[in-house]
Structure formats: structure tokens, C-alpha cells
């Protein structure tokens, strides 16, 4: 089994910067892309960004581009958002999601891990 622990979520300013982070803990790790999604109340989940395996290129949401950044660390068994400017349509929980295999795109079926989720709230 593949447990996910997300952290670091909390209370910011619109305009302020938060950096998540998703803990892994299982048989593998690093042979697997990872991705963000994350829900608002009364909003269907949403894909945020992706990673491969090997870190070497990501997938990221339009609505996040140039904002928010997806990164990893394979020996630390452990994956990182950093949001920068920070709106408050960006308040939701945040998901931690292990892919099936090599995927690293937006469909939620091609993943089969999630963690429980951190809570990011941006006030204006």
C-alpha cells in the first residue's frame, strides 16, 4: 500500500506564498509521477500540476501557470507545490495524487493514490 500525507497548508493574503508538501511512504516512489489537484466547496476537484518521475518535466493548469510550481524529491520520498501570488480563488483543499505509472496529465482516473488533503484558504 502507498500511504500520502499533505502539509503546509494554512491561512495567507491574496498576493502571499504557501508551499505544500506530500509525503510518501510505501514500496516505490520515484517510478511514479505525481500530481496536485485540489476542490472548493460546491466545485468538482480540479487538476493543478504534475510531475514525472524523474522530475524532469511537468503539467501545469492554466489557471496556475507562472504562479505555481510543482517539484520533487525522489530521495526524500517527497513532493512539493510552491504557490506564489496567491488569489482567493485559489482557497480549496489540495490533494497529493500518485499516478498509475508514467502519466503526468489532468484525468483524475489515471490515478490511484490521494492523500487526505490540506486546506488553503486566501483571503482579500
Known amino acids: 500500500q502507498v500511504q500520502l500525507v499533505e502539509s503546509g497548508g494554512g491561512l495567507v493574503q491574496a498576493g502571499g506564498s504557501l508551499r505544500l508538501s506530500c509525503a510518501a511512504s510505501?514500496?516505490?516512489?520515484?517510478?511514479?509521477?505525481m500530481a496536485w489537484f485540489r476542490q472548493a466547496p460546491g466545485k468538482e476537484r480540479e487538476f493543478v500540476a504534475a510531475i514525472t518521475w524523474s522530475g524532469r518535466s511537468t503539467y501545469v493548469a492554466d489557471s496556475v501557470k507562472g504562479r505555481f510550481t510543482i517539484s520533487r524529491d525522489n530521495a526524500k520520498n517527497t513532493v512539493h507545490l510552491q504557490m506564489n501570488g496567491l488569489k482567493p480563488e485559489d482557497t480549496a483543499v489540495y490533494y497529493c495524487?500518485?499516478?498509475?505509472?508514467?502519466?503526468?496529465?489532468?484525468?483524475?482516473?489515471?490515478?490511484?493514490?490521494w492523500g487526505q488533503g490540506t486546506q488553503v484558504t486566501v483571503s482579500s
Open positions: 510505501g514500496r516505490t516512489f520515484s517510478s511514479y509521477a
Open positions: 495524487a500518485r499516478s498509475g505509472g508514467y502519466y503526468y496529465g489532468p484525468s483524475r482516473g489515471e490515478y490511484d493514490y
